[in-house]
């Protein structure tokens, strides 16, 4: 299993460019995330899904869009980039439960100039 | 208040030493807690979940005090491997999908 994957590792954007961010697990979690980390202000939530074809927003998801079409793949869309969204861009994913490990990608760089 | 807090640290600590950190949380109604390890530019990863009856895991030892919110981790025996960054992940209630993490506590093993 490769368990969370992300693509690309690591991506330069000039201000007012889209791009967008894949997520793919292949543990058959019901349950899918986009986080942000940010120097001094840990892992913040931008938007999730519990399921196909559902997603929801989270702490800070102005600027952003995402899509659930398949189980397995989680979509993260920039449509405009602002330097406010530089950051390191976390995907996670777990099984349904209230106590259940999320498992996390290893992460996308992102640098908008 | 922040919902989950932690001490950004950093610990420095000697080889062998045994080192404790904590975590505050806000919501008492909150109902899971856990313990990742991340390394520098690195994913989190998950260290151990927490247990009413608290849990142990080797050199690693977790405890949850629900009368004062908090949790902790205690590291026995420290290694110059256990240098990371220990975020504290609280879930804020029943049938919520979120989950909120600290800002962490970086640790430093000094050989």
């Known amino acids: 299993n490769a368990g969370v994957t992300q693509t690309p590792k690591f991506r330069v954007l000039k201000t007012g460019q889209s791009m967008t961010l894949l997520c793919a697990q292949d543990m058959n979690h019901e349950y899918m995330y986009w986080y942000r980390q940010d120097p001094g202000m840990g892992l913040r939530l931008i938007h999730y899904s519990v399921g196909e074809g559902t997603t929801a927003k989270g702490e800070v998801p102005d600027g952003y869009n995402v899509s659930r079409l398949k189980k397995q793949n989680f979509l993260l869309g920039l449509e405009s980039a602002a330097p406010s969204q530089t950051s390191v861009y976390f995907c996670?994913?777990?099984?349904?439960?209230?106590?259940?490990?999320?498992?996390f990608g290893p992460g996308t760089r992102l640098l908008v100039l | 208040r922040k919902e989950v807090e932690q001490d950004p640290g950093p610990f420095n600590v000697p080889e062998g030493a045994t080192v404790a950190f904590n975590c505050t949380y806000s919501n008492s109604a909150s109902q899971s807690f856990f313990w990742y390890r991340q390394d520098c530019r690195k994913e989190p990863k998950l260290l151990m979940s927490v247990y009413s009856s608290g849990n142990e895991d080797g050199r690693f030892t977790a405890q949850l005090n629900r009368a004062s919110q908090y949790i902790s981790l205690l590291i026995r025996d420290s290694k110059l491997s256990d240098s990371a960054t220990y975020l504290c992940?609280?879930?804020?209630?029943?049938?919520?999908?979120?989950?909120?993490f600290g800002t962490g506590t970086r640790l430093k093993v000094l050989a």
């Open positions: 996670a994913s777990r099984r349904s439960g209230s106590e259940e490990t999320q498992y």
């Open positions: 992940v609280v879930t804020p209630s029943s049938g919520t999908y979120k989950y909120i």
